[in-house]
């Protein structure tokens, strides 16, 4: 059994910044993926970036590139994202989630084990 627990979400005004953490614990794979994915009301849930097993390779959707840096310490099976320049469309509950495939890495599908999530919400 596999759980990850996601914090560090808040209510933060446009422009500010905030950093989510996962934690990983329990049966852990040393060689999946840790993707971080959003829904906002009445919408789908959605890929927002992805790091490799190895922490060498990040992913971006094309929404958070330059804003949103995705990081992993492997020994400690701990993931981050950090958010800079939110904007109110940011505003979602954010999923940490660990997943198989690095070549379906940006498919939610991909992904077997998610936390419980944590908001964020962005103030215009």
């Known amino acids: 059994q596999v759980q990850l627990v996601e914090s560090g979400g808040g209510l933060v005004q446009a422009g500010g910044s905030l950093r989510l953490s996962c934690v990983v614990s329990?049966?852990?794979?040393?060689?999946?993926?840790m993707g971080w994915f959003r829904q906002a009301p009445g919408k789908e849930r959605e890929f927002v970036a992805a790091?490799?097993?190895?922490?060498?390779?990040?992913y971006y959707a094309d929404s958070a590139k330059g804003r949103f840096t995705i990081s992993r310490d492997v020994a400690k099976n701990i993931g981050a994202l950090q958010m800079n320049s939110l904007k109110p469309e940011d505003t979602a509950i954010y999923y940490c989630?660990?997943?198989?495939?690095?070549?379906?890495?940006?498919?939610?599908?991909?992904?077997?084990?998610w936390g419980q999530g944590t908001q964020v919400t962005v103030s215009s």
């Open positions: 329990g049966r852990t794979f040393s060689r999946y993926v």
């Open positions: 989630a660990g997943g198989y495939s690095e070549t379906l890495i940006h498919d939610k599908y991909n992904y077997g084990y």
């Open positions: 790091i490799s097993w190895s922490g060498g390779s990040t």
